[in-house]
């Protein structure tokens, strides 16, 4: 559908049950959405909603021009991936062994030379022999971003990735958002983070989950100003 | 490399304990007689010993102890827990309610299940083995902890052996001993036809586990991660528990509630090589579990302690090092 590399059709999520209107806009390749709302809004659900995760209430969610919900698990991970709040923990899996595997889910050959260009890319091959679960939250979700990044051939929802990293692993993270974004990926994040967000300069797009008490939800085409956002955000 | 390196090694010590198994045992054969037994020259008592005790024992003592390390690797995995294991969920509790159900229970009510030989004791081990995985695995979405869950399988083993006293008080005398010789744990007993099933069940599941390899691994990176990876949840779900109850449940129907096998052969080969991807660790969980069965009968011949005696003796130890050792060692890059 005319390139998009996400379009939400009237949407209307599962939770909250109050609901939050129905949801329409398209994500052109490159483009990043950042979506903001008070806990329990339901950022988490519309991103899984995205991922194909979760069902919708009404409307459909097309990835690169398909419902997400049509598509099987393995062709799905061809063209999404996401990244949780916390990096997984307890894994006996090295990053050399998660990049791996994300070249793989991602439908692309993961020989050793790919392996190595992509630990490169994604700024994580200096820890390419350690374990994950040896690495600091912050190192360990800057994997899980270079992993998503590198199986992803469209789409790449993260939800809150920054909600347990320090100041630098905040910044850092919203870095490296930007350089893969500039690399033709599509990007959806949900935050609390909102000054992080404005400071890395490249949000230009937002959504605002509100219920429909409050005004209902709103997408909007302009730079971020977190101040602004924050005034909504109490608002509602 | 030196992962094959240390393989060949793992087979050449099973095969020298397989060996010394096969070459000694209290009937004092000279080992001339042991040989001629063995291809079959030798008189009857000799082939007698040799094809009918010593060689099914220690098959079925390497088929056990393959399935229970196969069947904690996958429990480990499952719940991403690296305490998890057929005894310590509480499977093996329900595999032993299940005998106990056939065994007491039939002969209470006048059934003789023994009639039937071993069907309706190793149907009972693989419906209470199999029932104990579902519960956990409908109950663990409710569970924010994993420790939580590890207690819910703590208290359905105590359920199971409240269950099994009850029974047991009303059992005949008879019935009674049976079950209780059952419940120290053996390979000796189950023959060949025994041996034959559980290697029946094992092949199939070991090369399903090669194959679903990657998919494991993706497991272990959280439900969400593995799912947006392309990992089927509902269906991986189901197969892991169903190789995993399944293995356990045919092993206890046959040597009893074998304890910590399972739950130690994993860890012994982490310990080793930390790093392991699922498909580089199913052989050597194979190896080492026979290897350790191998080692634990080989003791029960010799000093005549019951089996489950000796690897509780040995593997209560092991977890608690576990324990300790994990809380002690806080990677030192993780403080950074």
Same mark, same amino acid.
């Given at each position: 559908?005319?390139?998009?590399?996400?379009?939400?059709?009237s949407?209307?999520?599962?939770?909250?049950s109050?609901?939050?209107?129905?949801?329409?806009?398209n994500?052109?390749?490159?483009?990043?959405?950042v979506?903001?709302?008070?806990?329990?809004?339901g950022?988490?659900?519309?991103?899984?909603?995205?991922?194909g995760?979760?069902?919708?209430?009404?409307?459909?969610?097309?990835?690169?021009?398909?419902?997400?919900n049509?598509?099987a698990?393995?062709?799905?991970?061809?063209?999404?991936?996401?990244?949780?709040?916390?990096?997984?923990?307890?894994?006996?899996?090295?990053?050399?062994?998660?990049?791996?595997?994300?070249?793989?889910?991602?439908?692309?050959?993961?020989?050793?030379?790919?392996?190595?260009?992509?630990?490169?890319?994604?700024?994580?091959?200096?820890?390419?022999?350690?374990?994950?679960?040896?690495?600091?939250?912050?190192?360990?979700?800057?994997?899980?971003?270079?992993?998503?990044?590198?199986?992803?051939?469209?789409?790449?929802?993260?939800?809150?990735?920054?909600?347990?990293?320090?100041?630098?692993?905040?910044?850092?993270?919203?870095?490296?958002?930007?350089?893969?974004?500039?690399?033709? #990926?599509?990007?959806?994040?949900?935050?609390?983070?909102?000054?992080?967000?404005?400071?890395?300069?490249?949000?230009?797009?937002?959504?605002l989950?509100?219920?429909?008490?409050?005004?209902?939800?709103?997408?909007?085409?302009? #730079?971020?100003?977190?101040?602004?956002?924050?005034?909504?955000?109490?608002?509602? | 490399?030196?992962?094959?390196?240390?393989? =060949?090694?793992?087979?050449?010590? /099973?095969?020298?304990?397989?060996?010394?198994g096969?070459?000694?045992?209290?009937?004092?054969?000279? /080992?001339?007689?042991?040989?001629?037994?063995?291809?079959?020259?030798?008189?009857d008592?000799?082939?007698? *010993?040799?094809?009918?005790?010593?060689?099914?024992?220690?098959?079925m003592?390497?088929?056990a102890?393959?399935?229970l390390?196969?069947?904690?690797?996958?429990?480990?995995?499952?719940?991403?827990?690296?305490?998890?294991?057929?005894?310590?969920?509480?499977?093996?509790?329900?595999?032993?309610?299940?005998?106990?159900?056939?065994?007491?229970?039939?002969?209470?009510?006048?059934?003789?299940?023994?009639?039937?030989?071993?069907?309706?004791?190793?149907?009972?081990?693989?419906?209470?083995?199999?029932?104990?995985?579902?519960?956990?695995?409908?109950?663990?979405?409710?569970?924010r902890?994993?420790?939580?869950l590890? *207690?819910?399988?703590?208290?359905?083993?105590?359920?199971a052996?409240?269950?099994?006293?009850?029974?047991q008080?009303?059992?005949?005398?008879?019935?009674?001993?049976?079950?209780?010789?059952?419940?120290?744990?053996?390979?000796?007993?189950?023959?060949?036809?025994?041996?034959? =099933?559980?290697?029946?069940? /094992?092949?199939?599941?070991?090369?399903?586990?090669?194959?679903?390899?990657?998919?494991?691994?993706?497991?272990?990176?959280?439900?969400?991660?593995?799912?947006?990876?392309?990992?089927?949840?509902?269906?991986?779900?189901?197969?892991?528990?169903?190789?995993?109850?399944?293995?356990?449940?045919?092993?206890?129907?046959?040597?009893?509630?074998?304890?910590?096998?399972?739950?130690?052969?994993?860890?012994? =080969?982490?310990?080793?090589v930390?790093?392991?991807?699922?498909?580089s660790?199913?052989?050597?969980?194979?190896?080492?579990?026979?290897?350790?069965?191998?080692?634990?009968?080989?003791v029960?011949?010799?000093?005549?302690?019951?089996?489950?005696? *000796?690897?509780?003796?040995i593997?209560?130890?092991? =977890?608690?090092?576990?324990?300790?050792?994990?809380?002690?060692?806080?990677?030192?890059?993780?403080?950074?």
């Amino acid at each position: 559908m005319n390139g998009s590399s996400l379009t939400l059709d009237s949407v209307e999520l599962l939770h909250p049950s109050e609901g939050v209107g129905a949801l329409s806009f398209n994500l052109e390749p490159g483009s990043i959405l950042v979506v903001v709302g008070r806990n329990g809004a339901g950022k988490s659900t519309l991103l899984k909603t995205m991922a194909g995760l979760m069902p919708t209430r009404k409307g459909n969610v097309l990835v690169s021009g398909r419902k997400v919900n049509d598509l099987a698990p393995g062709t799905r991970a061809h063209h999404l991936a996401f990244v949780a709040s916390t990096p997984p923990r307890g894994t006996v899996l090295s990053v050399r062994d998660v990049m791996e595997l994300a070249l793989e889910a991602g439908g692309q050959v993961a020989h050793a030379d790919a392996v190595q260009e992509a630990m490169e890319k994604g700024g994580v091959a200096q820890w390419s022999d350690h374990l994950l679960d040896h690495l600091s939250d912050g190192m360990a979700q800057r994997v899980m971003l270079a992993r998503a990044f590198v199986q992803a051939r469209d789409l790449v929802l993260m939800d809150e990735p920054t909600a347990f990293l320090d100041v630098v692993g905040r910044r850092s993270t919203m870095e490296q958002v930007g350089a893969w974004m500039e690399m033709g #990926k599509t990007v959806v994040l949900s935050t609390h983070d909102l000054e992080a967000v404005e400071e890395a300069g490249w949000a230009d797009q937002w959504l605002l989950l509100r219920p429909r008490a409050k005004g209902g939800s709103q997408f909007m085409q302009q #730079k971020f100003n977190s101040m602004e956002i924050k005034a909504m955000l109490t608002d509602s | 490399m030196r992962q094959r390196v240390s393989m =060949v090694w793992m087979a050449l010590a /099973l095969l020298v304990l397989f060996a010394t198994g096969l070459f000694s045992g209290p009937a004092h054969l000279s /080992l001339d007689q042991e040989w001629e037994a063995l291809t079959g020259h030798g008189e009857d008592t000799a082939h007698t *010993i040799m094809w009918k005790l010593r060689l099914p024992r220690l098959m079925m003592a390497v088929a056990a102890g393959a399935a229970l390390g196969l069947s904690g690797l996958l429990m480990q995995t499952f719940f991403r827990n690296a305490l998890a294991g057929p005894s310590v969920l509480g499977v093996t509790s329900g595999s032993t309610l299940g005998v106990a159900l056939v065994s007491l229970g039939g002969a209470t009510l006048g059934w003789a299940p023994e009639e039937f030989g071993m069907a309706p004791q190793v149907m009972g081990a693989l419906l209470g083995s199999t029932l104990v995985m579902v519960m956990l695995a409908l109950v663990m979405g409710r569970f924010r902890s994993r420790t939580a869950l590890l *207690i819910f399988g703590l208290m359905v083993g105590y359920l199971a052996g409240a269950m099994v006293t009850v029974l047991q008080a009303g059992a005949d005398a008879g019935a009674l001993q049976a079950f209780v010789h059952w419940g120290m744990g053996s390979f000796a007993r189950g023959g060949w036809g025994a041996c034959g =099933v559980v290697f029946a069940a /094992l092949l199939p599941l070991v090369w399903w586990s090669l194959s679903a390899g990657n998919r494991l691994d993706m497991w272990t990176m959280g439900t969400l991660t593995a799912r947006t990876m392309g990992v089927d949840e509902r269906g991986l779900t189901w197969r892991m528990l169903g190789a995993a109850g399944v293995l356990a449940g045919l092993v206890t129907a046959w040597c009893g509630p074998v304890a910590f096998l399972g739950l130690a052969t994993p860890h012994l =080969v982490r310990a080793a090589v930390p790093h392991r991807r699922h498909r580089s660790m199913v052989w050597p969980v194979l190896l080492t579990g026979a290897i350790l069965a191998l080692l634990a009968d080989g003791v029960v011949r010799m000093m005549g302690i019951p089996l489950n005696a *000796i690897l509780s003796l040995i593997g209560a130890p092991v =977890v608690l090092l576990l324990i300790i050792g994990r809380s002690r060692n806080r990677p030192a890059l993780a403080k950074s």
